[in-house]
């Protein structure tokens, strides 16, 4: 009798329906998702309702209520010192930890001991914000809530302290004195700003600081002039929008009145940083003798007679600059072009810079940074690639003690001297050694906004603040002379059998005898005065 068994490897067709108890494990496992969902829908909008800094005993002030109600991608709040920043970033973390569950937020600071005074300070001011369920992780400091959430707490004084985080995520950056930690610094920080869960929603960057620090002119390119000074909110070249709360001591009226006071007590330039948040005015300022009023003016046609000279600061990934800079009668040097641009390969770099100058134009020398003759394995100079595409470069000198004697030559530019006859025409009596004109914009940026080094000789610049162009001013003034640029002869040049004068270049002077009555070289009242100038054809 033939077996009615199926064959072991029978298979039930797909179009065979599930069975009954398969059938109602799918249903209830649906039906459990959907009201974990829901709960967690429900849980999501009671977290939204908890009055956050109520349980925190935290009483916002009226502007740091703006700071919080902000919905700005990048908020920025700032000014002066005791307006209550650090203790709204610590706050404005615990909220958003609270209310976004699963959310990552970094809390940044350039050192572990700055971090560990302010931040981790405040946040013990608030129990480790224990009254919100929060465990606080002393070995890791890390602050974990019920619902998933963390905040972290870390340190970052270079890329490579902030490389240490990349393979982490965040969604929401709190960044604490902005100004003091390096651009690149928090430009690599915001890359790691992503979510990979569509519940969990990246929610932006918070920074609180003070003017000055080797951040100063980035955030103030960044917030401060874009926003003219907090009154707009604008969008960055991604479409984020971007806003400055400016934050004064006169906001904060709890306040300790000592505190007040030692801040009045301030010298002039930090009393204007820290009591009055003062952008244009930092402590540390490496050259707060530069004067938009006195140094900058609009574009005029420069004699051709003029000598042109270059200087050149290489970078790719770090912005590359170029000067074009030329020097009149006096010795004075008139700024006249920039380029400023970053991802630009050094043949590129060479015919752009070939490509700014007009029919004509000759540029004497081109100073350049010595590093741009090194080699690594078998790949050519910048310099000779530079070379090889129409520019030849001459090495600026770099060397022990170069940066502090090239930033006291820019202070001697920088000085006041007889007007030249542009400003003479104006009724000007004196003016600087150094004119720069108003297109050239990231120079003067960079100059004004440069802060003295914190490590190191302090007579030089911080390294770690944008100084691309004003290191092309460097390598450009420290090659030049700082006196006139015709040569100052004691003696009268000899005269040949030619009867001609010796060529010794297109203008020349000679220091006069004291004792001299007659005119050199001629005796009729339309010649030269002893020491005056003699053209050379």
């Not at 010795?331 to 991802?343: A, F, L, N, P």
């Not at 004196?430 to 490590?455: G, I």
Request: hydrophobic share 35%.
């Amino acid at each position: 009798m033939p077996s009615t068994r199926k064959s072991s490897d029978s298979k039930p067709s797909s179009d065979e329906p599930a069975s009954p108890l398969l059938t109602a494990k799918l249903t209830k496992l649906r039906r459990l998702k959907t009201l974990q969902a829901e709960a967690q829908r429900r849980e999501s909008e009671r977290l939204r309702k908890i009055d956050v800094f109520g349980l925190l005993g935290y009483v916002p002030t009226p502007k740091q209520q703006v700071f919080h109600d902000a919905t700005e991608f990048d908020v920025l709040f700032g000014g002066s010192a005791g307006g209550g920043k650090t203790v709204s970033l610590i706050t404005e973390g615990i909220r958003a930890c609270v209310r976004h569950p699963g959310i990552r937020v970094g809390a940044f600071r350039r050192t572990y001991g700055e971090l560990k005074e302010s931040l981790l300070a405040e946040l013990s001011n608030y129990s480790y914000a224990a009254a919100l369920g929060a465990t606080w992780n002393g070995t890791e400091y890390e602050l974990r809530f019920p619902n998933g959430s963390l905040l972290m707490f870390r340190y970052a004084e270079s890329v490579k302290d902030a490389s240490r985080r990349q393979g982490g995520q965040y969604q929401l950056l709190i960044f604490d004195e902005r100004t003091l930690t390096p651009p690149d610094v928090c430009s690599f920080l915001e890359s790691r700003l992503r979510s990979g869960r569509s519940d969990i929603p990246v929610l932006g960057i918070r920074s609180g600081t003070n003017p000055g620090g080797p951040g100063h002119g980035a955030v103030k390119l960044r917030y401060i002039q874009p926003t003219n000074y907090g009154q707009n909110v604008v969008q960055d070249e991604r479409g984020r929008s971007v806003r400055f709360i400016s934050s004064k001591l006169s906001d904060n009226p709890h306040v300790n009145p000592e505190y007040a006071a030692d801040l009045q007590a301030l010298p002039e330039k930090l009393r204007a940083a820290f009591l009055d948040g003062d952008w244009d005015v930092f402590a540390g300022m490496m050259f707060p003798e530069l004067k938009h009023d006195r140094h900058v003016l609009e574009p005029i046609e420069l004699p051709s007679s003029w000598k042109r000279y270059n200087g050149v600061d290489w970078g790719f990934s770090a912005p590359w600059a170029v000067l074009w800079g030329a020097v009149d009668e006096d010795g004075r040097v008139w700024i006249y072009r920039e380029i400023y641009q970053r991802g630009v390969g050094e043949a590129e770099q060479a015919q752009q810079i070939l490509a700014a100058e007009a029919p004509g134009e000759h540029v004497a020398v081109r100073f350049a940074d010595d590093a741009m003759w090194s080699t690594r394995g078998d790949a050519k100079a910048i310099a000779s690639v530079y070379a090889d595409n129409g520019v030849h470069l001459t090495a600026a000198g770099k060397g022990a003690g170069s940066r502090v004697t090239g930033w006291q030559r820019v202070r001697t530019y920088l000085k006041e001297a007889p007007a030249c006859s542009h400003h003479r025409a104006q009724g000007w009596v004196t003016c600087p050694m150094l004119h720069v004109f108003s297109t050239v914009t990231d120079l003067y940026r960079e100059l004004s906004d440069l802060p003295h080094a914190t490590k190191g000789d302090p007579e030089d610049a911080d390294t770690t603040a944008d100084d691309h162009a004003s290191d092309a001013l460097r390598y450009l003034l420290s090659n030049l002379g700082t006196g006139p640029e015709f040569l100052v002869l004691d003696q009268p040049p000899t005269v040949a059998e030619s009867d001609h004068l010796q060529p010794l270049g297109s203008t020349m002077a000679v220091r006069p005898d004291p004792d001299a009555l007659a005119f050199w070289p001629g005796e009729d009242d339309d010649g030269p005065r002893p020491g005056g100038t003699v053209q050379v054809e």
